[in-house]
């Protein structure tokens, strides 16, 4: 079946630092890729996507390029803040359902 | 307000009780889904329902079941309740939109915790 495996947290960084969280897919065909970002006491909100191979999808500041040759899909951001701490969750759509990774969580020192 | 709401926010029960969480949205969504969220795991898919007529199961739907009442409601239900059952549930939303893939938009959560 369909599975995402995520880089194991937590991530600790420094204000202004450059952040990558892995992420790595295992599905047939043509999945859609996702960025969910979980903030404190709320849900999951979407992030970026991707819906084809090369593709990059960006929001916020943060970017992630669709790579089928290697079957990933890294978040990456250049200079975090504060702000960003939360946790982040990777996911794949193929068919009906979304399949999630099992989050990373940021926190972001000042 | 809220697009996605879910009540309780938080709830302690005992094992064996009959535990119901709602879920109700304003986006005017076709589909709805329940996910649980365990620390390490992710979020699993419970069931979901593309429209009233229509309920699925998910990844992990043993010892749950669902009720879609209306377009904006959407029930889980816990028949009897069991420790493990203890997790953060979410509730999400979807827009029916030909073949493209449709954000889903996710309530705050309950936490449910089993004793």
């Known amino acids: 079946g369909d599975s995402v495996t995520q880089m194991e947290g937590p991530v600790t960084l420094s204000e202004e630092a450059f952040l990558t969280i892995n992420c790595t897919y295992t599905?047939?065909?043509?999945?859609?890729l996702f960025w969910y970002v979980q903030y404190p006491g709320e849900g999951l909100q979407l992030l970026l996507k991707?819906?084809?191979?090369?593709d990059k999808g960006s929001n916020k500041g943060f970017e992630a390029t669709y790579r089928k040759e290697t079957t990933s899909f890294h978040l990456e951001k250049g200079s975090v803040q504060v702000s960003d701490s939360a946790v982040y969750f990777c996911?794949?759509?193929?068919?009906?359902?979304?399949?999630f990774g099992s989050g990373t969580q940021l926190t972001v020192l000042p | 307000d809220a697009d996605v709401t879910q009540t309780p926010r938080n709830r302690i029960t005992k094992t064996g009780k009959r535990i119901m969480l709602e879920c109700s949205q304003t986006?005017?969504?076709?589909?709805m889904y329940w996910y649980r969220q365990d620390p390490g795991l992710g979020l699993r898919l419970i069931y979901y329902?593309?429209?009233?007529?229509?309920?699925n199961k998910g990844e992990i739907s043993d010892g749950y079941s669902v009720s879609r009442q209306a377009q904006a409601k959407f029930s889980l239900s816990l028949e009897s309740a069991i420790p493990n059952q203890t997790a953060l549930y979410f509730c999400?939303?979807?827009?029916?939109?030909?073949?493209?893939?449709?954000?889903?938009?996710f309530g705050p959560g309950t936490r449910l915790t089993v004793l």
């Open positions: 599905a047939t065909g043509y999945p859609s």
């Open positions: 986006k005017g969504h076709d589909r």
């Open positions: 996911a794949l759509r193929r068919g009906r359902q979304l399949t």
């Open positions: 991707a819906t084809k191979a090369d």
């Open positions: 999400a939303t979807s827009a029916l939109r030909g073949k493209s893939d449709n954000e889903q938009f």
């Open positions: 329902s593309f429209d009233v007529k229509d309920i």
